[in-house]
């Protein structure tokens, strides 16, 4: 049973970013996560909303394509699924700028879905129960991830959380937005493709 679904989308030019996540997720594999990545020519939103229709795992989570997590991320998330039928589990993100300042966020299924104050509410960036969001639209602006995580915390009535940074965002003075014009070399990493899902096009009927 695939427990941990992660959904990758990226753009063309961020393919050394990509292949670095990647990179890192293909070590950390198992039968219990798949990963799928939202290759295409559409928003991020609409990347997410497409890939939501597709995923098997009994709980979803969003990784940009820039972003890093640690070497134990989907077994440590496969274990907490396993043991806890909740709707959300929540975790810290680390996020830095320029590799400088440091600021360390919680996310939490108690917290405040408008993310005013911490901790805060439920974010596609922590695993989320799939069902309960199938039928929810991200859009591709700017705050479509608020407003898509606003609607999903009114869905979520039990949670769990893991007290420790389990995500990475590093944000650059080029740009880090998904659309943005972060150039960022990390080189290219090695990454068998075959081990992970991927989706060059989206039916009109997702969009």
Same mark, same amino acid.
């Given at each position: 049973?695939? *427990?941990?679904? /992660?959904?990758?989308?990226?753009?063309?030019?961020?393919?050394?970013?990509?292949?670095? *996540?990647?990179?890192?997720?293909?070590?950390? *594999?198992?039968?219990?996560?798949? /990963?799928?990545?939202?290759?295409?020519?559409? %928003?991020?939103?609409?990347? /997410?909303?497409?890939?939501?229709?597709?995923?098997? %795992?009994?709980?979803?989570?969003?990784?940009?394509?820039?972003?890093?997590?640690?070497?134990?991320?989907?077994?440590?998330? @496969?274990?907490?699924?396993?043991?806890?039928?909740?709707?959300?589990?929540?975790?810290?993100? *680390?996020?830095?700028?320029?590799?400088?300042? !440091?600021?360390?966020?919680?996310?939490?299924?108690?917290?405040?879905?408008?993310?005013?104050?911490?901790?805060?509410?439920?974010?596609?960036? @922590?695993?989320?129960?799939?069902?309960?969001?199938?039928?929810?639209?991200?859009?591709?602006?700017?705050?479509?991830?608020?407003?898509?995580?606003?609607?999903?915390?009114?869905? @979520?009535?039990?949670?769990?959380?893991?007290?420790?940074?389990?995500?990475?965002?590093?944000?650059?003075?080029?740009?880090?937005?998904?659309?943005?014009?972060?150039?960022?070399?990390?080189?290219?990493?090695? /990454?068998?493709?075959? !081990?992970?899902?991927?989706?060059?096009?989206?039916?009109?009927?997702?969009?």
């Amino acid at each position: 049973m695939i *427990l941990l679904s /992660v959904i990758v989308p990226t753009i063309e030019r961020r393919q050394g970013l990509l292949s670095r *996540l990647l990179f890192h997720l293909g070590e950390q *594999l198992d039968d219990r996560a798949e /990963v799928l990545v939202m290759d295409n020519n559409a %928003g991020m939103g609409t990347k /997410v909303t497409a890939a939501l229709q597709v995923v098997q %795992g009994r709980m979803s989570v969003v990784i940009d394509d820039d972003d890093l997590v640690p070497p134990d991320y989907t077994t440590t998330l @496969c274990d907490a699924i396993a043991a806890n039928p909740v709707d959300f589990i929540g975790y810290r993100i *680390l996020r830095t700028f320029d590799h400088l300042f !440091r600021q360390s966020i919680v996310h939490s299924v108690d917290g405040d879905p408008e993310w005013s104050k911490s901790p805060r509410g439920v974010t596609p960036k @922590c695993p989320f129960r799939t069902h309960l969001a199938r039928d929810l639209i991200f859009d591709d602006s700017d705050q479509g991830d608020r407003t898509w995580s606003k609607q999903l915390h009114r869905r @979520c009535s039990s949670g769990l959380f893991i007290d420790r940074h389990m995500y990475h965002h590093d944000e650059h003075t080029g740009g880090s937005s998904f659309g943005g014009s972060r150039t960022v070399d990390v080189g290219t990493w090695p /990454v068998d493709r075959a !081990r992970f899902r991927w989706w060059t096009s989206i039916p009109e009927e997702s969009q």
